[in-house]
């Protein structure tokens, strides 16, 4: 008999499921939706437009403080909109806004990234070993894995609106055009990767080990996100209505924390793991689907 998945966020305590049986999942848009969560963005600032005075100014006593204790003040500023508004009233804020607001768009756009996570049966037992917390550890001692996974909220997903949306927040409507303009180009510019280009890949943190997109065979199908459903995949029942003969309900990557890059951000001394795992993927899909290999 098959079982239900969940798709868990440990750190974030965010999940989505409950899933229908792994050979039904790896066929919806649920990998998909895994990948948008760990997809990181490169950010852009374009040069300032402006120019600080030339003649000497009188500086406010906000003005004359370090820059360790700017940034400060900065990372205390609740909403990007905020920070926004603030960095507009004086030249030297302006630069140091920008960049906190590009810190914390990071965190927006690949809320998963970085995090622990797990895709977990429903008839799990246990949990893998280093990676639960303490905390955790004691949870399990009355619940299982799944259970406690289950009241986790579903994942919230930005997509880089929140950069249109500060750019909404401090542009009034009897602003010109022109102006409208100006403000845009003093934001940070979001690049996200895209899965599509070939040097894109797989990050696997914990273990410093990626996947290459240029690997991956389209053909079948295959996206980073059905390797993460099947390496990072945990329950004690090795049914999974995959129709596969082999094992994967002990995934070697569960718990571990993932990140989708571009390639020239990977540390030199990682390994590349593409020749190992796609092929895999690609034998356990094709059963799944009935093909003979």
């Avoid at 969940?6 to 999942?25: F, P, V, W």
């Avoid at 797990?118 to 619940?143: D, H, Q, R």
């Avoid at 030199?268 to 899909?285: C, E, F, H, L, Y």
Wanted: proline share 6%; with cysteine; net charge negative.
């Amino acid at each position: 008999m098959g079982q239900y998945w969940t798709i868990t966020c440990l750190d974030t305590h965010e999940s989505i499921g409950c899933l229908r049986e792994m050979g039904e999942a790896l066929y919806s848009s649920i990998p998909e939706s895994i990948e948008e969560l760990i997809i990181l963005s490169k950010f852009a600032l374009m040069p300032l437009p402006i120019k600080p005075f030339d003649e000497p100014k009188i500086l406010s006593p906000l003005e004359m403080l370090p820059q360790e204790i700017i940034e400060r003040i900065f990372s205390f500023i609740p909403r990007s909109a905020a920070v926004f508004c603030f960095a507009l009233t004086c030249h030297r804020f302006l630069e140091i806004g920008r960049q906190a607001i590009a810190m914390r768009e990071k965190k927006y756009i690949a809320p998963w990234a970085g995090k622990r996570i797990i895709c977990v049966g429903n008839c799990v037992e246990g949990y893998p070993e280093n990676v639960l917390t303490e905390k955790e550890k004691a949870i399990m001692s009355y619940k299982s894995l799944y259970v406690y996974a289950a009241d986790f909220r579903y994942p919230t997903l930005l997509n880089g609106r929140s950069i249109n949306g500060i750019l909404k927040s401090v542009n009034h409507d009897h602003y010109y055009v022109s102006r409208r303009m100006q403000l845009q180009n003093w934001l940070p510019t979001s690049c996200p990767v895209s899965t599509g280009e070939a040097k894109a890949v797989l990050l696997n943190i914990t273990t410093n080990e990626y996947v290459r997109q240029s690997k991956l065979l389209p053909e079948h199908g295959i996206r980073f996100g059905h390797i993460i459903m099947l390496y990072a995949s945990w329950t004690s029942d090795p049914s999974a209505a995959t129709h596969c003969e082999e094992e994967i309900h002990w995934g070697p990557w569960a718990g571990h924390r993932f990140e989708i890059t571009f390639i020239d951000a990977v540390n030199q001394d990682a390994t590349d793991v593409s020749d190992i795992i796609v092929p895999r993927i690609k034998s356990i899909m094709n059963q799944s689907r009935g093909i003979e290999e």
